[in-house]
């Protein structure tokens, strides 16, 4: 789960990516937010849709009519809706600003305990 480090790293891996899989969540306190939602990576063709599955009601996403969709297992509704998505490509984009943004809060609260006893 690397919901609040997206954009760090581990001995140059980017976090998220260490396991089969990463977890992103995009709520409102997140680095980047597209007010709800969030995110599974993987390189796992199995988990991958697995994943894809078990957000969209189960559906396989085979073809185009949804209505003819099978289920290969029970599922929920996890997506987030298109607008949102929308967002958070948006706020993907601005990710090196917004850990610019964090690093300069960082070294201003770093400066400012430094000087209590």
Known sequence: ???????????????????????????????????????????NEQY???????????????????????HPFLGYNFRISELHAAVGLAQVQRLPEFLQIQKRNLNILKEALANIK
Not at 9 to 34: E, N, R
Not at 59 to 66: A, C, L, Q, S, V
Request: aromatic content about 10%; overall charge negative.
């Open 1 to 43: 789960d690397a919901c609040q480090a997206i954009g760090g790293t581990y001995k140059g891996k980017p976090l998220g990516s260490i396991g089969h899989l990463g977890c992103f969540s995009f709520d409102f306190v997140k680095t980047i937010t597209c007010g709800e939602g969030g995110a599974v990576i993987t390189n």
């Open 48 to 70: 991958y849709l697995n994943a894809d599955h078990y957000s969209d009601h189960g559906h396989d996403h085979i073809g185009n009519d949804r209505g003819a969709e099978t």
